[in-house]
């Protein structure tokens, strides 16, 4: 990848722009997207904080003809974006819970995997991952640059509090030895550098050690017009044959690879050095459905047309309600929240608050680059505002009975992909 160093404010670190492909370096990048300037997504301001200048940068969407990834034009330094104080836990969603513990079921099944394997999770956060791996009494280890890695050991999980990198493995084997899978749940397509990270990966696997990656799935973002997955932690947008292209770069053969439901839409991969595994047809299988290369582009500007159809229906509904001097608050604060709430141009005279389960690191901030509270849902039950925007619209299915339950009387706005009212 090419790279030209733009300066942004004092304290702020550095942006790179990306001129050519992360991938394959081509430097005949197509324009896809752009969603104008956002800020940090989980840069959260304190509540009452005079508001101050902030940083905020590009999100372009870009498309590689040659490799076929989608990718973010600006690189953001990581220490921007995951601040030691980084304030998402993955144990607090159940979909995730469910995922992981779906991922050790399959990857023991499939891999055979015995006590003394190690497993090791890149990018491990509280440790939600590992735990399942520890519960049954694998040996595991997390390696997580920010501060919710605390949390991780804080619940028995040894871990390594730095960013991956080559001699992170190098010295990672050296003191655990050689790991028998790795896994990197939601976090390969943000770190820069990507051959790097491939590489460090190679240092660390064991004889037959597999990869396993989790990332958002390319065609499920088109088809379900997620843009509100568009930030600067999501560096790649892979679609199998993109993500094959690059692991095939480094001797990596996928073996095994299925869609799951996480973050709206997700991919779960398998891959090891080329022949430890024979290839199943779940791989050509996915690789067929996708749109082949000369339909990628004409797919890529009918999504950009929809996104920009979507925004609109979703303010013209916001226009009548608040016109009618109703009220509304959000629910929950993911990161994809501050996409929407950035390119749709929401403010606290439209969102009277976002609520929160009590325990997030959330409460008590300001959604980025706005004046919109986020707050303890019980906030919701005793205020009955009349609209309520789910933020995480992805899992509305198990949001909206729990609250209807508990006792909210409002009505739900799912804002995409076609933005309605339940």
């Known amino acids: 990848m090419t790279i030209a160093v733009s300066p942004q404010a004092v304290g702020t670190g550095s942006s790179v722009v990306v001129s050519s492909c992360q991938i394959c370096d081509n430097p005949e990048l197509k324009s896809v997207l752009?969603?104008?300037?956002?800020?940090?997504?989980?840069?959260?301001?304190?509540?009452?904080?005079?508001?101050?200048?902030?940083?905020?940068?590009?999100?372009?969407?870009?498309?590689?003809p040659q490799c076929e990834?989608?990718?973010?034009?600006?690189?953001?330094?990581?220490?921007?974006?995951?601040?030691?104080?980084?304030?998402?836990?993955?144990?607090?969603?159940?979909?995730?819970?469910?995922?992981?513990?779906?991922?050790?079921?399959?990857?023991?099944?499939?891999?055979?995997?015995?006590?003394?394997?190690?497993i090791v999770d890149i990018g491990s956060n509280d440790g939600t991952l590992l735990s399942?791996?520890?519960?049954?009494?694998?040996?595991?280890?997390?390696?997580?640059?920010?501060?919710?890695?605390?949390?991780?050991?804080?619940?028995?999980i040894q871990t390594v509090q730095h960013y991956f990198r080559p001699e992170v493995a190098q010295e990672v084997r050296r003191k655990y030895g050689p790991a028998r899978v790795i896994t990197a749940a939601?976090?390969?397509?943000?770190?820069?550098?990507?051959?790097?990270?491939?590489?460090?990966?190679?240092?660390?696997l064991a004889p037959k050690g597999v990869f396993i990656s989790e990332s958002h799935y390319l065609i499920g973002l088109l088809d379900r017009l997620q843009y509100d997955t568009v930030y600067h932690e999501h560096l790649r947008y892979y679609s199998?044959?993109?993500?094959?292209?690059?692991?095939?770069?480094?001797?990596?053969?996928?073996?095994?690879?299925?869609?799951?439901?996480?973050?709206?839409?997700?991919?779960?991969v398998y891959a090891a050095r080329k022949g430890d595994y024979p290839v199943r047809e779940t791989v050509?299988?996915?690789?067929?459905?996708?749109?082949?290369?000369?339909?990628?582009?004409?797919?890529?500007?009918?999504?950009?047309d929809e996104v920009m159809l979507s925004k609109l229906r979703l303010l013209a509904m916001l226009s009548e309600i608040k016109g009618k001097?109703?009220?509304?608050?959000?629910?929950?604060?993911?990161?994809?929240?501050?996409?929407?709430?950035?390119?749709?141009?929401?403010?606290d005279a439209l969102v009277d608050y976002v609520v929160e389960i009590n325990g997030s690191l959330k409460i008590g901030k300001y959604m980025p680059g706005t004046l919109i509270p986020v707050i303890e849902?019980?906030?919701?039950?005793?205020?009955?505002?009349?609209?309520?925007?789910?933020?995480?619209?992805?899992?509305?299915?198990?949001?909206?009975?729990?609250?209807?339950?508990?006792?909210?009387?409002?009505?739900?706005?799912?804002?995409?992909?076609e933005p309605h009212i339940i």
């Open 34 to 64: 752009f969603l104008g300037y956002m800020p940090p997504v989980n840069q959260m301001r304190t509540i009452g904080q005079i508001p101050e200048e902030q940083p905020s940068y590009p999100t372009n969407l870009l498309y590689c």
């Open 69 to 118: 990834l989608v990718q973010l034009g600006l690189s953001v330094d990581p220490q921007v974006l995951f601040p030691p104080g980084y304030p998402y836990t993955s144990g607090t969603t159940r979909i995730l819970r469910d995922n992981f513990a779906e991922l050790h079921r399959e990857s023991c099944d499939l891999l055979v995997l015995k006590p003394e394997d190690l």
């Open 186 to 204: 939601n976090c390969f397509a943000h770190i820069e550098d990507v051959h790097s990270i491939v590489e460090g990966i190679l240092k660390l």
């Open 284 to 304: 050509q299988q996915i690789i067929n459905s996708e749109p082949r290369k000369e339909e990628m582009p004409a797919r890529l500007e009918r999504f950009r």
């Open 240 to 268: 199998l044959r993109s993500l094959s292209y690059l692991l095939e770069m480094h001797g990596l053969e996928v073996f095994h690879a299925r869609p799951i439901p996480t973050h709206g839409g997700s991919i779960r």
């Open 132 to 156: 399942n791996f520890r519960d049954h009494g694998h040996n595991v280890l997390g390696i997580e640059p920010t501060d919710t890695g605390k949390l991780a050991v804080q619940r028995g």
């Open 325 to 347: 001097g109703a009220r509304v608050c959000g629910i929950s604060s993911p990161s994809r929240a501050s996409t929407l709430i950035t390119y749709i141009g929401l403010d």
């Open 377 to 417: 849902e019980s906030r919701l039950f005793e205020d009955q505002p009349e609209y309520a925007i789910i933020f995480s619209w992805h899992i509305a299915d198990e949001l909206a009975p729990k609250l209807r339950q508990r006792g909210y009387k409002g009505k739900f706005i799912v804002p995409l992909t």
